[in-house]
């Protein structure tokens, strides 16, 4: 007669016996992530953890990359944070063109099909019929000169388009518009966030409504949720996905040394 704990034991005996797939060391499928050395890997923690191991001479007196955390401090700054924020537009890829004026209707309607008629528009929060209904969009179109409040009574929303419009006039196109995805989805981010335990009818768009304070706090649910879990709404190029780290840093920053915030990401320098 088979009792219960002879049941147990044989499906004990059966899970210790399973066959259990492991990837061989030699199976290539699904390994996107490349070194020079020729080795490529299934993720870019992995790659990473080879570099730092194998060829720490990469690493050699390059700026330790990292997300941060957002931390409250007094108003002072190392030469490190100081060169890096202000040496921000000194990239190529960033740099504007000399003699070009930005196209900013072109790389609004561009940027705005791109995330709210995309695939992952029911992802988000808000779902604008045209760029005018939303505030960003609509006053960059416009180049509207926002009237001077308090740093307290400043919305979410100002603080966005304050950022972009300060730095427009330094970069290019391609950048900016890479500049505008961050900021809308970093602005849906925040939406979902706020109403993410709020029933339908209580639903409401807070960047229109409340201070920046609290954005930096939200840097690691926007890149390690918010972006990861929705395929980074479709920004496929690698290094794009990388550079949103930096410039998440940098918003926070800006943030930081316009008075917008206490909080400010705490960033390594080697």
């Known amino acids: 007669m088979i009792t219960v704990s002879k049941i147990y034991l044989i499906y004990i005996y059966y899970l210790l016996n399973i066959e259990r797939h492991r990837r061989s060391k030699h199976e290539q499928q699904g390994r996107d992530f490349a070194c020079g050395c020729g080795k490529s890997f299934l993720s870019q923690v ?31 700054e190392s030469s490190f944070e100081t060169t890096k924020y202000e040496s921000f537009f000194h990239l190529p890829k960033r740099m504007c063109e000399q003699g070009v004026m930005l196209n900013i209707p072109n790389i609004v309607q561009t940027v705005f099909n791109f995330i709210y008629n995309g695939n992952y528009k029911d992802k988000l929060f808000s779902h604008p019929q045209n760029y005018t209904e939303n505030f960003i969009l609509d006053n960059l179109v416009k180049d509207t000169k926002l009237p001077q409040k308090q740093k307290s009574e400043t919305s979410c929303d100002e603080a966005f388009y304050e950022y972009l419009s300060t730095f427009k006039s330094k970069t290019n196109d391609k950048y900016f518009s890479f500049l505008l995805k961050f900021i809308l989805l970093f602005k849906e981010c925040y939406d979902v966030h706020k109403n993410k335990n709020a029933t339908e009818e209580n639903k409401q768009q807070y960047t229109s409504k409340i201070s920046p304070e609290e954005l930096p706090d939200l840097c690691n649910e926007f890149y390690g949720e918010f972006l990861d879990q929705n395929n980074f709404f479709g920004i ?20 930081f040394k316009n008075d917008y915030t206490k909080s400010k990401l705490s960033l390594a320098s080697g």
């Open 236 to 255: 496929e190029d690698q290094d794009d996905r990388n550079e949103i780290i930096e410039t998440i840093q940098h918003f926070c920053m800006w943030l």
């Open 46 to 76: 992995a790659l990473n953890n080879h570099i730092k191991t194998k060829h720490p001479e990469l690493l050699a007196g390059t700026e330790r990359r990292g997300r941060g955390r957002p931390r409250k401090y007094p108003k002072t």
